[in-house]
């Protein structure tokens, strides 16, 4: 009788090596998202925390007044905040709307990298009237 020499159930080594190849490529992909969806999930946490630094800012434009919203109006003023924020830089901006009277736009941007955050309100600040 001769000796038949076919192939025999089983994967052979090219087999294996494919399917370690695919499925190294599926973790790679999988890894991927996953670190994308965390730098994600950093810069809104960012962008959350940047928004209410500038939100603190506005309420401290708020509270000046009318003398002092003129003095600052045309001028930029930058700075950067105090320990747990030092990441964060700030600029404020207050100009004078244009045919309006005693009213300012203000302008503040909260910058931590590439997030910037950047909110506007208006400032009414009619003249005090003294009565006698």
Do not use: C, N
């Not at 045309?74 to 709307?97: D, I, L």
């Amino acid at each position: 009788m001769a000796a038949s020499f076919g192939r025999r159930g089983g994967f052979s080594l090219v087999d294996a090596l494919v399917t370690l190849v695919v499925i190294g490529l599926v973790a790679l992909s999988a890894l991927s998202a996953l670190g994308a969806g965390l730098d994600g999930a950093h810069r809104a946490g960012w962008k959350e925390q940047a928004t209410a630094l500038a939100e603190r800012r506005l309420v401290d434009l708020e509270l000046l007044s009318r003398a002092e919203l003129a003095a600052a109006s045309g001028h930029v003023e930058v700075g950067r905040f105090p320990e747990p924020y030092g990441a964060y830089t700030w600029s404020v901006a207050v100009q004078a709307v244009p045919d309006e009277m005693d009213l300012w736009e203000a302008t503040v941007t909260v910058e931590r990298g590439r997030t910037a955050v950047t909110l506007r309100t208006r400032l009414y600040r009619p003249p005090l009237e003294v009565s006698s």
